[in-house]
């Protein structure tokens, strides 16, 4: 099982990035999926995530209203969308897949995101 995160970067105040993770080595359909972040000297902090079904999106107090979840099964990646993005969202950001069936989870490697004038 492999989970590769992508889109991160440097971005302005205001802007928007869009986060990949492309899943390799398993069945898409019978992971939930979401994103976790950690920031400079933070904790690690749950962003969003999604049902193995697509179905009942959660998103954080700290991006709701600014961030989508999504998934494409036939490219087996999922993805979050993050508009206006704050100083504040400045965080490496993790993609984890959790099986269904026992609870088994897997983390990629994460990717940057700076949000900075």
């Known amino acids: 099982v492999q989970l590769v995160e992508s889109g991160g970067g440097l971005a302005q105040p205001g802007g928007s990035l869009r986060l990949s993770c492309a899943a390799s080595?398993?069945?898409?359909?019978?992971?939930?999926m979401g994103w976790a972040r950690q920031g400079p000297r933070k904790g690690l902090e749950w962003v969003s995530g999604?049902?193995?079904?697509?179905?009942?999106?959660y998103y954080a107090d700290s991006v709701k209203g600014r961030a989508t979840i999504s998934k494409d099964n036939a490219k087996n990646t999922v993805y979050l969308q993050m508009n206006s993005l704050k100083p504040e969202d400045t965080a490496v950001y993790y993609c984890?897949?959790?099986?269904?069936?026992?609870?088994?989870?897997?983390w990629g490697q994460g990717t940057q995101v700076t949000v900075s004038p």
């Open positions: 984890k897949a959790r099986r269904v069936r026992n609870g088994l989870e897997y």
């Open positions: 999604l049902y193995s079904d697509g179905s009942d999106p």
């Open positions: 080595e398993f069945t898409f359909n019978n992971y939930a």
